[in-house]
């Protein structure tokens, strides 16, 4: 079964925001395990919330494009793995061990819909 795992932090805590939550390194290792490991579908990283543009409708229905930062932001995803593995079970074993779900950061994890 497939799994993403969504790589979340908050702007307001001290470990992320303008410092990126975990250390790079950590991100790194564990990127190495998990992709040897062989469960990894696909994974990206992403830039941090200002550099994001956001498309949306007004209230009479026309598309609105504004560029970030977005003041509104408090949580973002940072990046994501896309994985296959047996169950739940192994998927948030993956997670635990993400450096993403340390203090300041969590991995949320869904299951991949199937279409």
Do not use: N
Request: aromatic residues 8%.
């Amino acid at each position: 079964m497939k799994y993403a795992l969504l790589l979340m932090g908050r702007t307001d805590d001290a470990g992320c925001g303008d410092h990126g939550g975990a250390d790079p390194e950590e991100f790194f290792v564990f990127d190495k395990e998990i992709t040897e490991a062989g469960v990894v579908v696909t994974s990206f990283a992403l830039e941090d919330p200002e550099h994001g543009v956001r498309v949306s409708s007004d209230d009479d229905g026309a598309r609105v494009v504004t560029s970030g930062p977005f003041a509104e932001v408090q949580e973002f995803v940072g990046g994501t793995y896309i994985i296959e593995v047996a169950d739940i079970d192994e998927a948030l074993s993956w997670a635990r061990r993400s450096p993403g779900s340390a203090p300041g950061g969590h991995v949320e994890v869904r299951p991949v819909a199937p279409y």
